[in-house]
């Protein structure tokens, strides 16, 4: 089938499947899920077709001369376009099963559907105009999604979400402007060819401005305020497409206009997304080992994920600045790769939380506990999203980190002194970034799946749905199977690595990885053969030593008291509490501890304890810029008077300055 | 025949562990137990029966296995008395560090399995520790790679023969502050003891009894034996086995088994001279580590100039 009908036919589906969910009656809403499955396997088959075929534009709706709606999708596009499908693919089976009882799952299955074709929209943008128009039709769907639980957390964190993203368009918009009046194009074909006119400094605001503007989307750091706010309170298929996908335009953004339509610039480039990546990462991760909430730890790791991409992109960069064409094509290949992985693991991992929460009744790892026995298979998909997250071999973030790592490493064959330092300490940071995350999951897993259950409804927890387990299956299994065979998803995206950094890295041969330039090599497949070869082969060899011998069950060891009780076990607030003192300054942490005595100092009555940290960039940089335009809004409130010989003064008066610099 | 010197550090790990018992315990003028005493013990381990706590799930049966079929993977990623070994394809130093981090994650699940306090105790303290040392060690082995032009274990022991550099001492003091953290020495963790309050590795471990503990504590010594090696391989690779002809297979072992032993004399050294310290005085001793590996990065650039 054509290109074109491959779009047509998506969209079409995605339209009806909106549509439908409209309809009151329940069993067509849940049927409209499998509209959008098709929706999603058309998209699907469009990737492919542009990653191998030639750019391909699509008939253009012209609303004027100058705006027209107009479609165009390369390799690039392409790669997000698979993307976008497989991950909305699995996602859509698991609303099938998830969304049939819930209130207002009409309103949320029409958005639902609006939002994903947004995010093909943004992705196969041709000009401006259509950018603009995708961009905020997803950025007002994700708003209404995000609302959909009419409370009073919801509608605040929308609230929040909704400003911070307009701030973002705003400096889009700017940047937009900025290169039409270079280059005097409107599409990014145009733009691209037209950009040796734009001066080196103009060149380097549309920089900072896609830094700010499309890092607000993304959730760089100190950007990212809205992330913790808007996923919680998100339904958690929504929280999965917001950040497996949405954050992603983000990316996509920063990619289109600073490496495709600028094609380079200084190395300084590069080595500030390094330096804003390796921040977002560390202090991503640091803000979510502490979270209690399940989905709000997940939020936070987010931000990590996002910083670890960035890292590859600034490396990439970084090299294609300095002309070293094939060490940027391994760390662009990198970043592109953990885009894919991110959005499979926490896709898995944010549908894991939706099935706790609706199992376990509550979000809080606090209330959880034993959840393992109750709901094995969410636990095990759980478990696969958690050790690739935390970058553990043979999974795809193992994969992906690796060869960030690697591109990293090959900082030092840049001629630039800052590379050869910024590089390595880059590595470090994500060693350290790995490190953390491992703790984070080990807390989340522990506390959640293990040990007894701390609370009734956690004792009473019941697996989800069959289509729930299967749509995370969807994203888990793929998790494994991306980290055993790379060069599949490789495949996907070393076209668009090849369109933006004119090289192929030279990296799979028969199944393994390999840096060229090193000879660094990796087979995750071959360490996972040998693993399970060792691990049967000692099962068999203790068998033979040691004789078949009984396993008596019995308590934990209680030190001598009787019964452990649920209340007795590490808590997740415990586990942490290592974390927060070693990294006391940049958590800033406050205690609260009231002690009621009978007879003081010697018969305690209660104590009660409560813990906090100092949100620092919403007290050190939001509320300072938000209360000086409180006081600039309230200044300007004066000339707000109300009474319309004043208003009729000011007109006259503007009048008068008219004529006056008009002539 | 080189793509079996795995093995080496399979059966001979349990020795390391006792020559550095008994060293130590004849540095404190004691007899202390016989160095082939660690074997005696995993044998003892796979012949009793087994208690399992009732709360725990299948993690908890797992991990031992995955434990110490991480580590032994890890054991033949590296080289040890020849760089001929056709599984540097399989890994390289950072899928090492990872394999690893593998196997922690899953002791740490398991310590939390069981629901108990010394458990959760155990893996919080264990996991907070690989936080201070995991980017400090990726920096020395960083330096090292970066100076070798590679991550490859066969290539960085192939290139240079003795790593004497600055840069390379530094690293290599760093690296072996990290040896002694991840194998849960003094004056990090206390290998010795059972007291509830200072114990990480072994809390993390306290409900494992018979042959699961005896993987477990097998796969430590593996662990520990690899990171001694992964040492001598990255900063004094003499006498290997080469493709270019190097020494001979016998000679090679006998010069590994003496590098092994001043690993063991320099670990009972440290052991033997350091008081363990309070878990929050870790971060410094483990950050000026790491600043060691900073230095010895930027020492290698501005040298290399």
């Given at each position: 089938m054509e290109t074109e009908q491959y779009l047509l036919s998506g969209i079409i589906f995605f339209v009806v499947s909106a549509l439908s969910a409209l309809v009151p009656a329940k069993k067509i809403r849940t049927t409209a899920y499998f509209l959008s499955l098709l929706g999603s396997l058309s998209f699907l088959f469009l990737g492919f077709n542009l990653i191998t075929a030639a750019p391909a534009s699509f008939p253009v709706l012209a609303v004027s001369s100058y705006f027209e709606f107009a479609l165009r999708g390369d390799a690039l596009s392409g790669f997000f376009v698979i993307t976008i499908s497989l991950i909305t693919f699995a996602i859509s089976i698991y609303s099938i099963g998830f969304t049939r009882d819930m209130a207002r799952a009409g309103f949320l299955g029409f958005f639902y559907n609006i939002l994903i074709l947004s995010l093909y929209a943004v992705v196969l943008s041709e000009n401006l105009f259509t950018f603009l128009i995708a961009w905020e039709t997803m950025a007002i769907a994700s708003y209404l999604l995000v609302t959909i639980e009419r409370t009073e957390k919801a509608s605040r964190a929308g609230l929040?979400?909704?400003?911070?993203?307009?701030?973002?368009?705003?400096?889009?918009?700017?940047?937009?402007?900025l290169l039409y009046r270079a280059t005097g194009k409107m599409d990014f074909e145009g733009m691209k060819a037209g950009i040796a006119a734009m001066p080196a400094d103009i060149k380097s605001v549309v920089f900072v401005f896609a830094l700010i503007g499309f890092g607000t989307k993304a959730g760089l750091i100190p950007l990212h305020t809205w992330i913790p706010r808007a996923y919680p309170v998100a339904p958690p298929q929504v929280a999965a497409l917001m950040s497996g996908l949405m954050v992603k335009m983000g990316i996509y953004g920063i990619i289109r206009i600073c490496m495709d339509v600028m094609g380079q610039g200084p190395e300084w480039w590069g080595i500030t997304v390094i330096a804003v990546g390796a921040v977002s990462a560390l202090l991503g991760i640091l803000y979510a080992i502490i979270e209690n909430e399940l989905k709000l730890f997940l939020a936070y790791s987010s931000v990590e994920n996002i910083g670890i991409i960035l890292l590859g992109v600034g490396a990439s960069m970084m090299f294609k600045s300095s002309g070293l064409y094939a060490l940027s094509s391994v760390a662009l290949a990198a970043a592109l790769f953990h885009v894919l992985n991110h959005a499979l693991f926490k896709g898995a991992l944010f549908l894991g939380s939706g099935s706790i929460i609706r199992g376990a009744g509550t979000g809080n790892m606090e209330?959880?506990?034993?959840?393992?026995?109750?709901?094995?298979?969410?636990?095990?998909?759980?478990?696969?999203g958690a050790l690739s997250i935390c970058a553990l071999p043979p999974f795809n973030g193992?994969?992906?980190?690796?060869?960030?790592?690697?591109?990293?490493?090959?900082?030092?064959?840049?001629?630039?002194?800052?590379?050869?330092?910024?590089?390595?300490?880059?590595?470090?940071?994500?060693?350290?970034?790995g490190a953390i995350a491992a703790a984070g999951f080990v807390k989340a897993f522990g506390i959640s799946f293990l040990g007894m259950p701390?609370?009734?409804?956690?004792?009473?927890?019941?697996?989800?749905?069959?289509?729930?387990?299967?749509?995370?299956?969807?994203?888990a299994v793929p998790c494994l199977l991306f980290g055993l065979f790379p060069g599949l998803a490789l495949s996907w995206l070393l076209p668009a690595v090849f369109a933006l950094t004119g090289a192929f890295p030279a990296l799979e041969s028969h199944g393994v990885l390999v840096i060229g330039q090193t000879s660094a090599a990796l087979s995750p497949a071959a360490l996972l053969i040998t693993m399970i070869f060792m691990a049967v082969a000692v099962l068999l060899a203790i068998r033979i030593?040691?004789?078949?011998?009984?396993?008596?069950?019995?308590?934990?060891?209680?030190?001598?008291?009787?019964?452990?009780?649920?209340?007795?076990?590490?808590?997740?607030?415990?586990?942490?509490?290592?974390?927060?003192?070693?990294?006391?300054?940049?958590?800033?942490?406050?205690?609260?501890?009231?002690?009621?005595?009978?007879?003081?100092?010697?018969?305690?009555?209660?104590?009660?304890?409560?813990?906090?940290?100092?949100?620092?960039f919403e007290r050190y940089l939001y509320e300072p810029v938000t209360g000086f335009i409180n006081v600039v809004a309230g200044k300007v409130r004066l000339l707000q008077s109300g009474s319309l010989q004043l208003y009729l003064g000011y007109i006259l008066i503007t009048l008068i300055v008219l004529l006056i610099f008009g002539t | 025949m080189h793509?079996?010197?795995?093995?080496?550090?399979?059966?001979?790990?349990?020795?390391?562990?006792?020559?550095?018992?008994?060293?130590?315990?004849?540095?404190?003028?004691?007899?202390?137990?016989?160095?082939?005493?660690?074997?005696?013990?995993?044998?003892?381990?796979?012949?009793k029966d087994m208690v399992v706590s009732t709360v725990t799930s299948w993690i908890f049966k797992a991990t031992p296995y995955i434990v110490f079929a991480a580590t032994v993977v890890a054991a033949l990623i590296v080289p040890v008395v020849s760089t001929l070994s056709s599984f540097s394809i399989t890994g390289d130093v950072i899928a090492l560090i990872y394999l690893f981090a593998l196997a922690r994650f899953f002791m740490a699940l398991a310590g939390l399995d069981a629901g108990t306090g010394f458990g959760g105790e155990g893996s919080s303290r264990e996991m907070t520790v690989a936080i201070l040392v995991e980017p400090m060690m990726m920096l020395a082995l960083f330096t090292a790679a970066i100076s070798a032009g590679s991550t490859n274990l066969v290539r960085i022991a192939t290139v240079q023969s003795v790593n004497f550099s600055p840069s390379h001492l530094l690293a290599l003091s760093a690296f072996l502050v990290a040896i002694i953290a991840e194998t849960g020495r003094v004056p990090v963790d206390n290998p010795d003891t059972h007291l509830e309050l200072t114990m990480i590795h072994e809390g993390m471990i306290l409900e494992y009894s018979g042959r699961y503990l005896a993987l477990m504590e097998w796969g430590h010594f593996i662990k520990q034996m690899v990171l001694f090696t992964l040492a001598v391989d990255i900063f004094f690779p003499a006498g290997m086995v080469q493709a270019s002809g190097g020494v001979t297979v016998a000679a090679a072992a006998g010069i590994y088994a003496l590098k092994m032993l001043g690993m063991a004399v320099l670990m009972a050294l440290v052991e033997s001279t350091r008081a363990k310290v309070r878990f929050f005085q870790l971060p410094s001793i483990l950050g000026s580590a790491f600043v060691l590996a900073f230095l010895s990065l930027v020492t290698h650039i501005m040298m290399e100039k």
């Open positions: 929040f979400y909704a400003v911070m993203t307009h701030i973002g368009t705003a400096f889009i918009i700017v940047l937009f402007f209330r959880m506990g034993g959840l393992l026995k109750r709901m094995p298979y969410t636990g095990l998909f759980f478990l696969a193992f994969v992906s980190e690796w060869l960030t790592y690697q591109s990293l490493l090959l900082g030092y064959q840049s001629p630039s002194i800052t590379a050869k330092i910024v590089s390595p300490l880059g590595g470090a940071a994500l060693a350290l970034t701390r609370t009734a409804e956690a004792k009473d927890a019941r697996e989800g749905s069959p289509s729930m387990l299967i749509g995370m299956g969807l994203l030593m040691g004789g078949k011998r009984k396993t008596v069950y019995a308590d934990s060891w209680d030190c001598g008291i009787r019964g452990l009780t649920p209340r007795m076990q590490y808590t997740a607030t415990a586990f942490t509490k290592p974390l927060r003192i070693i990294y006391k300054r940049i958590y800033l942490p406050s205690r609260d501890l009231k002690v009621r005595y009978v007879l003081k100092p010697f018969f305690v009555k209660s104590i009660q304890y409560g813990g906090e940290i100092t949100p620092f | 793509n079996f010197q795995f093995l080496i550090i399979i059966l001979f790990s349990p020795l390391v562990n006792g020559l550095i018992k008994k060293l130590k315990a004849s540095m404190q003028g004691r007899v202390g137990p016989g160095v082939f005493q660690p074997y005696y013990d995993l044998l003892r381990l796979l012949k």
